[in-house]
């Protein structure tokens, strides 16, 4: 199975020009309906989310399918999906958060395939809870992380590790979901950064093991912010800093301040659109997109 490359080339103004864009992991072109759905957003009445007036149930009805759209993306609960600006933000806090919990001589494991991004939030986090930072290498032959490279740095004080789904700079893909049984036999969580996985690769957070996955729309044909996964019932136990006023209930307690909304109706079609690509047929969004990741791939 293929998909109309012809098609979505002309469906994204940013290619009219014939410009050819090297500099493709920085993100992507924006398609049309994406723009379309973000100027929607913006063209009706719109408010922070709440009931009573047209503008607060917008902004509330852009919230629930945005989390419904990446839940399906990513094989999530939409409960358990979180908006951020960046994915480095969400990293950073989760780090931030997570680190409450940790004791001097506890230990988290970083890999030296991975982007900073995935590396200086824990190993900051690391040093100021007191706890000691240990360092997966990979075969510089290869370019592969293996689960073994992760097996050699854990110990029973490993409380998490942090590890990419595909490298940023060679696009080596680490066995995940072998090294997330690795981990939970060890009881530490594991964080996957997704950024540069999932464009490419069909995502499904409950069979990798991610007990926390972060990627950006932005590199998959959305706008510019982070989201992440996880576990609602994990979530529960986790307490960011927030504001008081601020709601305390999962996802929302990890959403700093007013979300951008008009970025989420832009994210919700930007995954309509990898939907798309699977052509015409029946199934709902999770199906097709497996089908268009198919073609993607072929």
């Given amino acids: ?51 009573l ?10 919230v ?10 990513l094989g999530a609960d939409p409960a358990g999906v979180v908006f951020g600006r960046s994915a480095t933000q969400l990293t950073y806090d989760a780090a931030r958060t997570l680190a409450a919990g940790w004791a001097e001589g506890d230990e988290v494991v970083v890999t030296r395939l991975d982007h900073d991004a995935n590396i200086r939030p824990w190993v900051q986090a690391a040093e100021r809870a ?10 510089p032959v290869t370019g592969e992380l293996t689960a ?8 029973p004080r490993t409380r998490l ?18 090294i997330a049984r690795l ?67 999962v996802p929302e307690r990890f959403e700093l301040g007013t979300l951008p909304y008009e970025f989420l109706a832009g994210t919700r079609a930007a995954v309509d659109v990898l939907a798309s690509l699977a052509g015409p047929g029946d199934g709902d969004r999770r199906t097709r997109l497996g089908a268009a990741y198919e073609a993607i791939g072929a």
């Fill in 1 to 51: 199975m293929t998909y109309d490359l012809t098609a979505l080339r002309a469906d994204i103004p940013a290619l009219a020009a014939g410009t050819a864009h090297f500099d493709g992991p920085g993100g992507t072109q924006t398609p049309r309906p994406v723009i379309e759905a973000i100027a929607d957003a913006l063209a009706r009445p719109l408010s922070n989310r709440g009931s």
């Fill in 161 to 178: 590790v942090a590890v990419t789904a595909a490298s940023n700079l060679i696009g080596t893909m680490p066995p995940v979901a072998e």
């Fill in 183 to 249: 981990v939970h036999e060890a009881g530490a969580l594991l964080y996957v950064d997704g950024v540069h996985y999932t464009a490419h690769a069909p995502v499904d957070v409950r069979a990798l093991g991610a007990d926390l996955f972060v990627c950006s729309p932005y590199k998959f044909l959305g706008p510019h912010h982070g989201v992440l996964a996880a576990d609602p019932e994990l979530l529960e136990t986790l307490r960011p800093d927030k504001l008081l006023p601020s709601s305390d209930a």
């Fill in 148 to 155: 073994d490279h992760i097996r050699e740095q854990l110990s």
């Fill in 130 to 139: 007191g706890v000691t930072v240990r360092r997966a290498d990979f075969d």
């Fill in 53 to 62: 007036l047209p503008g607060e149930r917008h902004a509330d009805t852009l």
């Fill in 64 to 73: 629930v399918e945005a989390r419904r759209a990446l839940a399906d993306l």
